[in-house]
Nanobody, 119 residues
Framework: QLQFVESGGGLVQPGGSLRLSCAAS????????IGWFRQAPGKEHEGVSC????????YYADSVKGRFTISRDNAKNTVYLQMNSLKPEDTAVYYC????????????WGQGTQVTVSS
């Protein structure tokens, strides 16, 4: 059974940083592309970032380019999202997800972790 345990969310002031972690179990990360999507209240979910399983290529939504960095540690079966220069519009529930390819929809995802950016 595929499972994700996300952590690292919380309340941060604008301009601050957070690092989200996603520990996977029940499968090996290197079989899937892994990424994050988010959903803010009243909005559609938005793909944030993804890292491929084949060559480690990374993809970012335009709204987070230059501020967020995704990385994976296959030995620990964990993926990370470093979020810097956070803005109030980054406030959302962030979900870790496995994709068959970064350009496709998420195939499996976790319970999510809340990120709130507010002064």
């Amino acid at each position: 059974q595929l499972q994700f345990v996300e952590s690292g969310g919380g309340l941060v002031q604008p301009g601050g940083s957070l690092r989200l972690s996603c520990a996977a179990s029940g499968f090996t990360l290197d079989y899937y592309a892994i990424g994050w999507f988010r959903q803010a209240p009243g909005k559609e979910h938005e793909g944030v970032s993804c890292i491929s399983s084949s060559d480690g290529s990374t993809y970012y939504a335009d709204s987070v380019k230059g501020r967020f960095t995704i990385s994976r540690d296959n030995a620990k079966n964990t993926v990370y999202l470093q979020m810097n220069s956070l803005k109030p519009e980054d406030t959302a529930v962030y979900y870790c997800a496995a994709y068959y390819r970064c350009s496709g929809p998420p195939a499996y995802w976790g319970q999510g972790t809340q990120v709130t950016v507010s002064s």
